[in-house]
């Protein structure tokens, strides 16, 4: 089903991702994860896309899996950075194809040693091809509310958001946070610009300690003192640390749905074990 329609037919979601593996070695474990994620039935599941095109093949078909063998809706995604125009029309061609109805449209990292490949600037040269080929995909973008890496101004970051939305998003996911003042921030300055799509938060459940220099590194969000505290505590003690991750994830999803911020999305990151703790916590509230 489209996510479109899922955000209209129930008040609350709860969406989660799995990534591809890196090699085909690796891929009946990650199948494995990602059927016992969607045994927990959630809303939609996501699956993520390698930038340098190494996982491709296996975000299509781990997509297609879910969503025919587990009945689950899914959302593939694609970045074009490294890609030619012809490799991603193919793709969304196989996609089309396998029956996957949507799309988060990405540009990709740039490669550390750097663009090898000039076919795609933006993410939104990739909705415009989207679109021109097939528009009937329902389609998704990538949001920042601490502003991109590469953005100086959160304005700027803005008002290129606002382009990618005009060029055919249906939604937004953002980026990962660990306070979620700062999304109501983000929100009320991208509502006033008129961007006006659901914004699905993205939440990253902190479960070890090297996850959160990574997830730092990777994305730039800030962490708050509470977060900071809760790691040191646990951080020689693994299965408290998970719980206490599951449950400080759980609390930041509480406090969005009391807030009005209904469509939630979680970076589960291949582990089942987490899914289902935050499922566990929320079940009777996403109802
Ligand atoms: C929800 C989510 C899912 C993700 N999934 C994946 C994944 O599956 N695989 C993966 O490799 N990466 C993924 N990423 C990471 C993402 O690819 C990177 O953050 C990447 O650096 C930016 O991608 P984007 O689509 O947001 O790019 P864009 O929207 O193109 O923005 C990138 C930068 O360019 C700027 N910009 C945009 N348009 C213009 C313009 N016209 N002129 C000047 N500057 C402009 C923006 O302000 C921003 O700073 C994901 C990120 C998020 C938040």
Redesign the pocket.
Known sequence: MKISEIFKNKEVTLSFEVFPPKTDAGYEAVEKAAAEIAALKPDFMSV????GGGTSKNTANIAADLQNRYNVSVLA?L?CASSTKDTVKSMIAEYKEKGIENI?A????IPKEGRTCFDYN???DLIYDIKSMDDSFCIG??C?PEG?V??ERQS??II?LK??VDAGCDFL???MFFDNSILYQFLYRIREKGIEVPVVP?IMPITNKKQVARSVELSGSSVPQKMKIMVDRFADDPDKLKEAGIIYASDQIIDLISHGVSHIHVYSMNKPDIAAGIMRNLATIIK
């Open positions: 993520t896309y390698g930038a995604h970045t988060m990405l540009r990709g990292d933006h993410a939104t973008g990538a920042y991109h590469e953005c700027e970051d290129h382009e990618k996911t953002t980026q993205g």
